[in-house]
């Protein structure tokens, strides 16, 4: 067992949570990671009423939470109030301001998660009041940012030190084994949040033809774009990027972005057709630099169980390098 700040505050076994992924993380997922010890998120992505009822439904009784990308959620804050009336046990908030929505989360009784690229995003967090951080590095699949986990997360974890002590610290992006896990806990996180790795698995709603084509990449073949943002005609505030797949869609559009943005509607039945037939060559794969340390589509809970093993194990073989034996 790994006790940490993480377990003791969401009084779960293991130091894990699932990310609330767009159009991957639904209640199936969310339950089966809370299931197993963790807590699961469900993906509130770009906001879609009867999709986060059906996820919600699908979740059944599991204390799970949900997570929302700000900007997208704030132009429709009803979605809000709809998740928070399910009483999630934490509500999770990327990519946008969180101070506007915060009092709100709190009055419902959910934790405020926060996941930060910057530490300007940290500023506006503690501002919110945020229980947990969740420090982003750009290894992420997904959206996300330029700074790397290996110096964010430290970075931010004495931060926090100074001026918070009492927020815990998530660390996320490249983590997907126990390797990933006790680095985290070295780095000064109390515990980890994994995207890729459960979008690898088999509750994730991703399409199996993209998670074949992950199974068969390494970290090399990932790339952060926005030529799925303009595919789809999401308008995505400067400063994010999106890591997906670099596959023959992101090579024929990424260095023309004033053409595809001109040609995007007529495009766009198209690109949506090929994401719902999982066509790994004509359609953003989201999976992060750890694709290449996953090998197999697996239940979320042999991920767990064999991530908080590993991590256990290192963390014993370690202690032995100081004794000298
Ligand atoms: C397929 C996919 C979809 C994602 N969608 C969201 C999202 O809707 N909201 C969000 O906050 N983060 C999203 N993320 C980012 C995750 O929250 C998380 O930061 C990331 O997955 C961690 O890095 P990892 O993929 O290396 O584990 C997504 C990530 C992936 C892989």
Sequence with gaps: MLNTRLTDRLGIRHPILSAPMAFASGGELAAA???A??????????????????????AGNARIGCGFITWSMAQNPSLLDQSLAHAPVALM??????????AQVRAAGALLICQVQT??????????????????GSEAGGHGARRATMTLVPEIATLLQRRSPDTLLVAAGGIADGRGLAAALALGADGVLMGSRFWACRESLAHPGHQAVALKS???????QSA????RGYDWPPGF????????????????????????????????TAVAAGDPDHAGVW???????????????????????????????????????
């Design 33 to 35: 990671v809370t299931h």
């Design 37 to 58: 010890g963790g807590l699961g998120l469900i993906g509130g992505g770009y906001g879609d009423a009867s999709w986060l009822t059906r996820a919600f439904a699908a």
């Design 93 to 102: 908030l990327s990519f946008g301001d969180p101070r506007p929505h915060a």
């Design 119 to 136: 530490l300007a995003h940290v500023e506006d967090a503690l501002e919110a009041g945020v229980d947990i951080i969740v420090a982003q």
């Design 218 to 224: 390494d970290g090399d073949q990932t790339v952060r």
């Design 228 to 231: 799925t943002d303009i595919a």
């Design 241 to 272: 990027t999106a890591r997906v797949i670099n596959n023959r869609f992101v090579q024929e559009w990424e260095h023309r972005p004033g053409e595809h943005r001109a040609r995007a509607g007529e495009l766009r039945a198209a690109y949506q």
């Design 287 to 325: 999976v992060g630099e750890a694709t290449g340390l996953i090998e197999d589509i697996e239940s979320a809970a042999a991920i767990i169980e064999r991530t908080v093993a590993e991590a256990e194990a290192i963390i014993t073989r370690l202690g032995t390098l100081r004794d000298g034996r």
